[in-house]
T-cell receptor, first 110, second 117 residues
């Protein structure tokens, strides 16, 4: 079983739509959780950290359910510029590398 | 945020040659840098953890004699792909970790696209 699993998509949505991505992780001892965004042929960039209480940054909302080992990302009012691959990332501890999911591809169409 | 650079951004080489990729933290010191590899439509896979002044720690299945890592200073780590073959063609990305007061974030370089003919 892979450590971080995501639905690869692609998700094709019209502008203005709301879209949700899910992710599960296998190691219950994981400590930190993130969503990264990766554009085609570019390096990943941190979108937001994910906290147990849930957190929101503009149109983006992240949720963490430790009991179910489940992380979600909600994007409201999708923009064309949101088209990218969204990577679910889990970290065991501050001294460890990041574990990446394969990513979920999003295409926002006019 | 902190800036990490990589050089070169892309390289094409013949099979059997060696290629060196540099990863630099430009405005901070990084005791730990990570090297990842990403094949098309795949996730980033950690290759090795590079610690300044000590030997790198390689992930299972990554040949340490083929992928030589040197972290000689707090701002520079290098990855050398020795005797490269077409199957080594990939996107190589480094990251540098910032640790401060429990805050832990990794900053990624822009990546190096290696094509071996």
């Amino acid at each position: 079983r892979k450590e971080v699993e995501q639905d690869p998509g692609p998700f094709n949505v019209p502008e203005g739509a709301t879209v949700a991505f899910n992710c599960t992780y296998s190691n219950s001892a994981s400590q930190s959780f993130f969503w990264y965004r990766q554009d085609c042929r570019k390096e990943p960039k941190l979108l937001m950290s994910v906290y147990s209480s849930g957190n929101e940054d503009g149109r983006f909302t992240a949720q963490l359910n430790r009991a179910s080992q489940y992380i979600s990302l909600l994007i409201r009012d999708s923009k064309l510029s949101d088209s990218a691959t969204y990577l679910c990332v889990v970290n065991m501890g501050v001294k460890d590398a990041l574990n990446f999911g394969k990513g979920t591809s999003l295409l926002v169409t006019p | 945020g902190a800036v990490v650079s990589q050089h070169p951004s892309w390289v094409i080489c013949k099979s059997g040659t060696s290629v060196k990729i540099e990863c630099r933290s430009l405005d901070f010191q990084a005791t730990t840098m990570f090297w990842y590899r990403q094949f098309p439509k795949q996730s980033l896979m950690l290759m090795a953890t590079s610690n300044e002044g000590s030997k790198a720690t390689y992930e299972q299945g990554v040949e340490k004699d083929k992928f030589l890592i040197n972290h000689a200073s707090l701002t520079l780590s290098t990855l050398t792909v020795t005797s490269a073959h077409p199957e080594d063609s990939s996107f190589y990305i480094c990251s540098a970790r910032v640790l401060a007061g429990g805050y832990n974030e990794q900053f990624f370089g822009p990546g190096t696209r290696l094509t071996v003919l």
